[in-house]
């Protein structure tokens, strides 16, 4: 098998994937919403402050640690190592991100 066909395998597959989980995630969503329904209960709202603070910080988080892992690109280090520590670095601060911005929604949303 050459190399342009498994691209072409591998991008098929991985659109496939892509599509089947936001089918069963819409399919999962609409089955709750309709036995909330059922039963008397509200669905809730989808977006609400806290998720968008959340949300939030995590972009935030995730631009900081751009920032910061740029500065990787200035030393002299292996490639690996390299990819390693920015993606490091971008998943870490986008976690720090996460925990602000719950730490700020428990202290000023409630």
């Known amino acids: 098998m050459n190399t342009t066909t ?3 395998i591998f991008g ?13 995630l819409a ?3 609409y089955l709750i919403r309709k036995v909330m329904a059922e039963n008397g209960i509200q669905a809730p709202k989808t977006f609400t402050k806290t998720r968008l603070m959340h949300i939030g910080g995590i972009l935030i988080g995730l631009g900081i640690g751009l920032l910061v892992s740029s500065v990787f690109t200035l030393f002299e ?5 390299t990819d390693l520590l920015i993606w490091g670095t971008i998943v870490l601060f986008g976690g720090f991100g996460l925990i602000v911005a719950h730490l700020l929604d428990e202290k ?3």
């Open 77 to 81: 280090l292996n490639e690996d190592t």
């Open 108 to 110: 000023i949303g409630r």
């Open 27 to 29: 399919r999962y969503t």
């Open 6 to 8: 498994q691209e072409v």
């Open 12 to 24: 098929i597959a991985f659109f496939v994937l892509i599509t089947t989980v936001i089918f069963i």
